[in-house]
Each structure stands twice: as structure tokens, then as C-alpha cells.
């Protein structure tokens, strides 16, 4: 394989696509040859983003113009929606697609179309997407041509759970309560009053109480490895005034003799992007700003059978941009840290 | 009794003495006599604080000049540890005080000395404390000399709890989860890094997971009104980047048949302070900004038994200044509302 | 002349229209009897506010159905172009209006015509307007039927030039720069991109620099006060992260002999809403946050004959909803205070 | 020259430090070997500093544990008198200094002390001191041992103006305003009421009014380029409610011809960390937030002779510790990019 490949990025007009242009551009083996957008076309990336501004000559193209077909990989950074109709013909060109939309990421189609509203445009390639979860599935991951890149919560919550699911250490029917907070930048760069300064600023609420489209995600994830916990699962999403970050703190009943510290500092001994911290820690977004990083600690609650476990990432990079590089290092074969070994940006 | 007042405040250079200085300049039967601080004394309170450029013409005294035993009430707007060495002399004068620090809520001493790592100085003075959550103690805090002012977070989580342990509906010795966050503005203004702006903005954490002082006063107001319930409670602060506000997301089992919002609404009909929302609100924090008042809604966490109860407060209003003076104006029999019905600030 | 008066707010859905609610509701001789939108007609305003809750019974109407004409006053908290079709018919009602918009600042209709990009729908009804700078035309407000509320900036800056301006001191054909910041509430509620908390949140930067709307205003107000000074005004607004607030950093050359502390200091003696401080002091926005307040200090600049003043207001009050309450009180003879006198929340 | 060097850092735990640490870790040529703080000794840097988890192995020593004679480059980021005292015997032994405090800055030692308030500890190295604005004196910096790096306000408005200064094309004996505002980073990582997130959040406020250190600073630059233009410096800081970043908008008079745009495309041409944007942008601070920049535009003020020159820099980077690292790649004969090409983290 060669060690240099094309990528282009659909819908790079958003968050997701503006990460994704930051992390490209200090990869190593990328170059960056189309970046589309139906609404800005003919607009350069630096006129658009002045952060990019000596960093990218590329302007935006229309799709058809892109010739993305041309692109070893494809990166979908678009609303919902969208990837489902136009990855299949890149699929069947032998392009690889990492889908950051939801379009992919559920395997039960019925279940995904209550979720998100619509009918599946591509039911029939689902279930030829990997779930890119990268630390659980990094040896399907590289086999796949396409990724179905995990939504922001269920990154920051399956990560800290997947080590004591697959040792079957939850106890099975008991609650399991994820209580996560967001930073605004997770809800997208669109025109919206809710996200308005004025609006999220110095204020904290939860929201999507009733249900959230990441809960069949997270219990999906956790059906596939251990039985009668996903059940449990109580997730509750809040939004809190920060531009990036993600926290949750989840309240988890463990069978006796469970030392869950030593489970999940084994598990991720040999993974770069997760850090266990000492039990006891209390990790914050900001450790993680801007860094394809998840850092999680656990810690029995005082007085008390329940553990508490925490966990950190920046929902635009292990979230979301930075995840999808990390699968699409998996997916090619390069060191899975390529571009991805920026220090975290503090304060 | 007279219809006009004289108050004293101890220790007015923090964020509960502004705020009860804001909230009393508008009440119309408080005139504010005395305003102590030991290190500010001689400074004219309008330099301290350019808000109240206008509002005040009164300097920061030290306690001895400022006559407190002339006050009719006595506000401690101390550190903890300041109010139970001095609040005695004043009671014995007949002064009337209420407590905002944590001197007199507990009543068992020795839990007390435990958590706030110092001997008590005025034990005997604890039992004729008035825990001061207005909602729960009306009638006792209106007999009352000494009234503890409950802190910011058992006032979040106990006045959402209360109508539910009063009714005996919790079931009893399950988990009973608080995730409580909080505004920088409850860490008070002290020079302090963590606090700092570069510390605290644009990140989210949780702390004290281990364990923090507020829990044995939650699980004391729980003990008081239903058995077998209190420990089962976990209690986790986190620290979110905005000024004033708390939200409490918990997460309850409660006996079947009960409709938690018809307990509340019903508890709360005529508790002007309290607003139960419609099942599946999201109280935000900005709702209250500013104002003496507890916003809270309940609803069923989808697919799951466990029932979500969500409230806000101001925690430097209900959570303190306010319901302190919400406490004054009971102890002396003024209309309740008195000098708390100005709306909130939004945006 | 009734004690009390009722009043309707047309287009209460923006920032300025809730803080009118917010204010209104405290006002002694005020009753809020009808609140238009067009977009909102039905819906109560407890649900579109939370903050107002409990504060107001009313829902949102059509204009058509609210019965304007019965108001004794209505505010138009409209986006431009709104009240100089609709308050013409008021007006003929007998009717008074206070426009919040800036539909009737400027007397000069081509000026207004060409920097608001539109006809002006009743031109015959400017010259009926007085410009609500209520320190400035205390007496012709108070006899006015349609008063055109000012510009927040021109709030900020011409409240600080004013005395200097009607007493010769500013030089002439010099420079007079404006260096002047605002809060994002400034822009409005409305679905924008640039004014996400993404966008606009840890950001700083200059907008307009080519030429803002207020521009105009701030000359008109000079020109009608000292001769050949407006043309040396250089005006640079900023957006600075922060809900509320805005500041003005001036500096200006003013003749020899000029005390300009004094000159203000005398000048507002009896202007309870505005606050001449030492010189040396810097006023800070959150010193007037939510309050009908400006704060001004003046200084000569170190080394150098350029004189710096810096003026601080609450955009939405001062600059907006609270100087239209002002201006309502000398309109109607109540006290220029009433309803207007609760301290700025600090912190 | 070896292609690998050795660097020390005195006073590692401020936000200087920290960002040199992030920008160390990822540069080329540089192995950090000693950080020193005299409070922190024995706590390991990836401790103190949860992002640098992963990142540093090193430990905080004693200055006199650390070895420092043994770097090839020493970075003080210390606070102002340290460098003075501790610098001398480092140069003694060869190694190269970089000072990012103020003791080097100004080669007018009465005037230096008068500013700073303390006697200075080594006057006669001042001499030796090159002042570190890269793009000023790049040929010395290669030659110097010791680089005096320029505090953020000098940068931020000394780099707009240079292009301007060296071609004489400002007005002699007229005013050159400099209205800056910065991030609170600025103030650095000490407990200190005034930068708490409650008293710097949502407030904008002038400070230093009176008098600012970085004011004969940036005097001498100007004066060491043209005549008879520094005299008429006003410069005013103020404090804007943002982490990083650094906005200067700058009123100048320039003779009549000059085409400022022109003169600074030109002058910063093969400058790769100062863009100069194209006539009417406005550089917002999250453009280079985390980034080696320097965006400035430059236009004339509407209606006015004035010109508007906006530069804006991240305080940390090209104002602090980006541009130390620029010095000692230009000193050391690197690529003057190297560990210094990521691109701006937005949002």
C-alpha cells in the first residue's frame, strides 16, 4: 500500500468537518484533495474558516465536481441522512467511506428508522458497516471499507464500559445511569436559537430526557457484549456552557470481587488514546481539549455499593473528527497515532 | 412588632454578602445597620462592590464597633467556624440570627466535627437551631432564634425530594442518586487557582466524588422524613462553567402507583418559591437567575422504572441569600415574598 | 392623570421584549395588557419565557387581536422597519409609543433611507419624534407622544459626551474616537451562525468597521450639540463574550482648561441614572448588569493630552429596554425612578 | 550543530510553562530535560498538568537539582525579577537564554526600574539582550545568547506597526491610539480574586488605565524605528472574558500616500507566522487560538482621514511561548517553523 492517500471530506462546513481539516492537515500519510459543499461551493477553505488560512488552498466544490471517486477515502461530515444515499456508489468504486453521521451506526434498520425518522436509503449496506468504536473493534476496523464513526456520548460512555461488559462484570437488571454533559459545539454549527450565546451561555439544563437518539446506540453496544444490563440503561444528556467537551459520570452496580480499576488499566494498557487515571481522579474536558484522548477513572461511591465512573473526552476529536482519523489510520494501516499525538491545549 | 427591622451582616466581602445586600436594598421592611469585615473595615461598601454605588452609604465595620446587638437580626455571611463562636453572644441579647455557613445544620456533633474537621464551639447552642429550608420548617423557623440556612446543594436536591419522603413513596434501601452541578459562584470569592477563570471556564469536572460535606446534611433532612431511605443516597458535585446556578438530575425508585408530580405540584400549591413544571420540562438554571426560586419537573426515564426528578436553583438565591431572607421574613411575620418578587434575569 | 396605565409590547419575543416584561412586571403604575407576535400568537408567555413564569398570565397575539389602541402606551421592540408602519395608526389614536427600534432616530430620512436599506413608511411622522435620550431631552420626552429610544452604543457614547459637547470642550476637526465593545445579546435572538456560542463564545473581534448604523445617530447627537466636531468621529464597535454589557473606551481632545470630571460630575448631579466615579476609576460592566445604569469616569491619558473617558451601561437596559421604561415615566409624570430601582446582580 | 538540543524550563507551572511544555513535546529537535519550581519540586509535570498525562515523564526539581547548566537552551517563565538574578550565571556557562519576563526588555534600566519597582539585579547584561519580536530582529536573534521575548501587548501592536514605522510613514507628533483587549491568560496562573471566573467572566472592563508596563515597551520599539512618533502613544488594555487571546485596534494618522496594506503584504511576505488579511477583514482571536499568529488587517476609518489597523494574536503563542520557540529555532539555526506549524484549535 502506499504510504501517502487521498482523502476528501462531504459537508466539511460544520464542526466535524472543520476538525477534520485541523487533524488532516498535520497527517502525515493525507492529503486533503476535495472538500464539498453544495451551499458554499466555489468558496475557498481559508475564506470560509480563517483559522485555516495558510493551511488549505482547497476551495469547496459541488459533489458532483469533487471527484471523490478519485478519493482513497471519503470522510462524511453531513447531517443525517445524507451518507446513506451517496456512500453506496462510492463503496461500489472501492472508495472507503468513515461516516460520521448516524447513518450506519444502528444494525437493526426498524430500530433506526423510529430513531431518526426517515427510511433508510441503503438498508442493504448496514450491515456491511464496522462500528468504529476503535478499542473495541480495531481488527474489524481494519478490514472494513466502511466505518460507521460512534456519536459523542456513546464514545464517552462505551469506552469506560466496554471493559467490564466483556468481562460480564455489571450486574444483569440493575440500573445503569449514564448522566452526561455535552459542551455546545456538539450540537452542530447551525443557524439555531437554542445555541445562541444568549442562549446556552451561563445556564446548564438537561434535555432529549424522554429519549435520545445515542441511547439505542449505547444499548447496542452493550447488547453485543454482555446480556440483560443494556436493559438498565438510564441516559440523561445535558448541555453545559463550554465550546468543546463531553463528561459523563455513570452510577453502575458491579458483581462482588470486581476491581474495576485493574480491569480497565489492563484492557487499555496497549491503547494510546485511553488513559485509566488513579482511582479516586477527577478527570475534566479540559485535560483532553482538542487531543484524541479519553481519560477515565472509577471509584466506589462513599458509603455505598454503587461505583462511580468518570469519564472525559472532546466530543469534536475522540467524539467525532479525531476517532475518525484514528479508524481511518486502522483502516490503511498507518501507526494508529498518526496525526493524532497533539498535546492537549490547556488552559 | 414593628414593621421595619434593623440587620446586621457578618462578613459581607463574599457572594452571599452581595447578594443579601442587593436582596435587602430592595426589601421594604429591612433597613441594613451593620456590615463587618475585619480586613475591609474603614472601606465605604460601594468601594468594595460598584454595584452598589448608590445603594449603600454604609462602610464595613469591624464587629466591635458595629454594634450588632442593636440589630433586630443578624445575617452570618462568614466562613464556616466564624458563626458558632459569635452568633451565641448575639442570641443571648436577643438578637435574632440566621446562619448562611454550615455552623449549625447538623445536628449530631460529632458527624459535624468529622466533616468540617474542627471541634464545634457552641454545641449547646445546635439544638436550638432551626434548620432553615423554608419549605420543610415553616412553622418552627417562624419560632425561631437561630435559624441554619441550608446550603446550596441539600436546598437543590432536598425541596424535590421532600413531598416525596414525606408521602413515604421512596423505596426504601435502593440507590437514590443526586448528580448535582454547580456555578463557580458556589466556590465564594476567594483567591483560589482552581476558581480562576483560565481554571474554570470552558471545562466541566466533577469533584469531591468522595466525599462532600453536604451529603450527611441531604442524608440528615432524609432521615428526618422517611426510614431506610438516606443510605442508599449518592451525592456527586460537578463543577460547571457559569457563574450562578445548580441543577440537580436524580435518579429515584419509587413504590408503585405513585404519581410524583402530583405529590409535588399538590405539596407545593401554595409555596411561591417552588414551581413544578409540567412532566417532561427541562428546567434551566437561567430561569431562576437572580431570583429566590426552585423550578422542578419529574418524568419517567424512558423504557426503564427509574424515575428522573430535574431542579434549578440560583445557588446564591434559594441556595443562600434569598432564602435566608425568605427565613427573615418569617421569623418576623412579613408577607413571605417580601423583597423576593423580582423576576428573573433572562438573558 | 390615572396612577396607573396600561401598556402593550409589540414583538415581545426578543431579548428586548422580555426584558421590558421583566421590568414592567416590577413597575407600580404599569399593567402589561397585550403582548403581539405574529410568529408566536397563542402561546403563553410563562411557556415561551420561562423565566416569567408565574410572573404572567398573558399568551402572544396577533396585532390584530391584541387591541393596541386601548393601551395607553405601546413599545415597539421590533426588528427595524416594523413601527414606522404601525405606530403611525396608534399615534392617530392617541396612543403613545416609544420605539424601541431605530425607525425614528434619525431626523434625516435619506441618511436613514440609505444605512437601513429601506423606504421609510412614514416620513411626515419623524419630525414628531423626540430622541429618547432621557438625559438629554428630559423635557421634550415628557411631552412627547412618539419617542425614538436610542441606539445602545449611542447610549454609551453620547451619555459621556454630552456635557462636554453642550459646553464647547471638545475640539474642533479632531479626532474623536470611540472604541466601543458589546455584549452578544446586543445582536438580538434570532437564529444567526455568528452569534453561536461556538461562534461568538471565547472570541473576540471587530465588526462594522466600514460603517455602522449607529453611527449616523452618534453624529446627529453631536452635530446638535457643538459644531464641527461629529466629523472627526471614528466609531468601532466590537463583540467581547458576554451576554450583557457593553463599554466605551473614548478619547477625545478637549480645550485647554477643561475639567471633565467636573463638567460630568455637575452635569448629572441630578440624574439618577447615571454615575460619574472618581477619576482613575474604571467602570466594568457587571458593575450596572441588569440595572438602568451608566457608569462613566474620565481620565488624561499617561504622557499625553488625549483625554480617556470609558462608559459602561447594560445594553438591554440603559442601552435598550430600561431607558424606554425611563423614558415611559417622564412621558406619563411618575417618578423617573419607579420601576428602575433594583441593584445590578454582581456576580 | 548537533540537529538535537537540550532545553531547561525555570518555573514550569504557569500558563507560559505549560504552553511551552505542549509545544516542546511536539518539536523535532528539542528534548525537555529540566523543569524547575521551587514549590512543586518532586510532583510529576504530568500531575500537575492532567493534559500533559502521557506527554512528560519529568518531574518539577529544585533549581539546584536541575542541571540547568547542562541545556543548551534555558526558558524562564518566570515571574518579572527572577530571570535577572538567576540568568548571568547560565550565560556564564554558555547556555542560551531565553527570558520570557520582562527583565531583558527595556535597555533603559532607570526606566525599567521605575516601571517594575525593584533595582535591577544585572544591569550590565541588559547590553547583551536582544528583544526577542522575531520579525524585527531575526539576523540578531541568530546571533544572540540571551533573547529578551516581548511581552503580548508589544507584540501584538508592535508587529502591525512595524512595517509602517521602518518605512517613516507615520505622523510625527500626532496621536497613535492603541485600544487592546486580552484574554485573561494574560494575567497568568496565580490565586487572585480579580481573575476568578466570577469576577472576569461575562465583564469587560479598562484596567491599567493610569499607566501599563508594556508601555515603554512598546515606546522603544517604536522609537528605536521612527521619530517623534512614540510621544504620541496612548495605549489603554483591557480585560475581556476569554481565555486566550489578544485583539488591538489600533487609530493611526499615516502621510498622506501611503498604502498601508501594501507596506505590511510586503514587509511580512516570507514571514509564515504573521498574515497580513486582505483591506476590510477583521481578524477575530479564535483565528490563531493555540497557533504562532499574527492576522492583521488594515483599512481607513469611514468618513475620516483615520486609519484602523486590527491585529490579533493568541497571548500564550505569538505572544508568549510560540514565539519563544520561534526565537530559539531562529538562535539554534532550525527551521524557523519547526514545532510550530498546528493549526488554529476552532471552535
Known amino acids: 500500500m ?4 487521498k482523502a476528501g471530506i462531504v459537508g466539511a462546513t460544520g464542526y466535524t468537518g472543520v476538525e477534520l481539516l485541523r487533524l488532516l492537515a498535520a497527517h502525515p500519510n493525507v492529503d486533503v484533495c476535495a472538500v464539498t459543499s453544495r451551499s458554499e461551493a466555489g468558496i475557498a477553505v481559508a475564506d470560509y474558516f480563517p483559522s485555516l488560512r495558510g493551511v488549505y488552498d482547497l476551495a469547496f466544490q459541488t459533489p458532483d465536481e469533487a471527484g471523490l471517486a478519485q478519493c482513497d477515502v471519503v470522510f462524511f461530515a453531513t447531517p443525517n441522512g445524507v451518507a446513506m444515499k451517496e456512500a453506496p456508489a462510492l463503496l461500489a468504486q472501492g472508495v472507503r467511506v468513515v461516516d460520521l453521521s448516524a447513518d450506519y451506526r444502528l444494525q437493526n434498520i426498524p430500530v433506526w428508522e423510529k430513531w431518526y425518522g426517515m ?6 449496506t448496514v450491515a456491511r458497516a464496522v462500528y468504529g468504536l476503535s478499542e473495541m473493534n480495531r481488527s474489524s476496523i481494519a478490514q472494513a471499507q466502511l466505518v ?12 469506560a464500559l466496554l471493559p467490564l461488559l466483556k468481562a460480564g462484570r455489571l450486574k444483569e437488571n440493575m440500573p445503569l445511569i449514564a448522566d ?12 439555531n436559537v437554542g445555541t445562541l450565546f444568549c442562549e446556552a451561555g451561563d445556564n446548564f439544563k438537561a434535555y432529549g430526557v424522554g429519549g435520545h437518539r445515542h441511547l439505542p446506540e449505547i ?12 436493559e438498565g440503561l438510564v441516559f440523561v444528556p445535558h448541555l453545559t456552557p463550554m465550546i468543546r467537551g463531553m463528561q459523563a459520570t455513570m452510577y453502575l452496580h458491579l458483581h462482588d470481587g470486581t476491581d474495576p480499576h485493574e480491569l480497565l488499566a489492563g484492557f487499555y494498557h496497549n491503547s494510546p488514546f485511553v488513559d485509566i487515571m488513579p482511582p479516586g481522579s477527577t478527570p475534566e474536558t479540559r485535560s483532553v481539549r482538542g487531543a484524541n484522548l479519553c481519560r477515565i ?51
Chains 1, 2, 3, 4 share one sequence.
Not at 502506499?2 to 492517500?5: A, K, L, W
Not at 452526561?180 to 443557524?191: I, N, P
Not at 444499548?219 to 443494556?230: E, H, M
Request: hydrophobic share 40%.
Open 2 to 5: 502506499s504510504n501517502r492517500i
Open 119 to 124: 427510511a433508510h436509503a441503503s438498508p442493504e
Open 148 to 159: 460507521a464513526n460512534p456519536g459523542c456520548y456513546p464514545t464517552c460512555v462505551s469506552l
Open 180 to 191: 452526561c454533559k455535552s459542551g455546545v459545539s456538539g450540537a452542530g454549527r447551525k443557524a
Open 219 to 230: 444499548k447496542q453496544t452493550i447488547s453485543g457484549l454482555q446480556s440483560n444490563v443494556a
Open 297 to 347: 477513572s472509577v471509584q466506589q461511591a462513599p458509603q455505598s455499593n454503587v461505583w462511580i465512573v468518570l469519564s472525559v473526552i472532546d466530543n469534536l476529536v475522540k467524539g467525532a473528527a479525531g476517532q475518525a482519523v484514528q479508524n481511518m489510520n486502522i483502516m490503511f494501516g498507518f501507526n494508529e497515532e498518526a496525526g493524532l499525538n497533539n498535546a492537549p491545549l490547556l488552559p
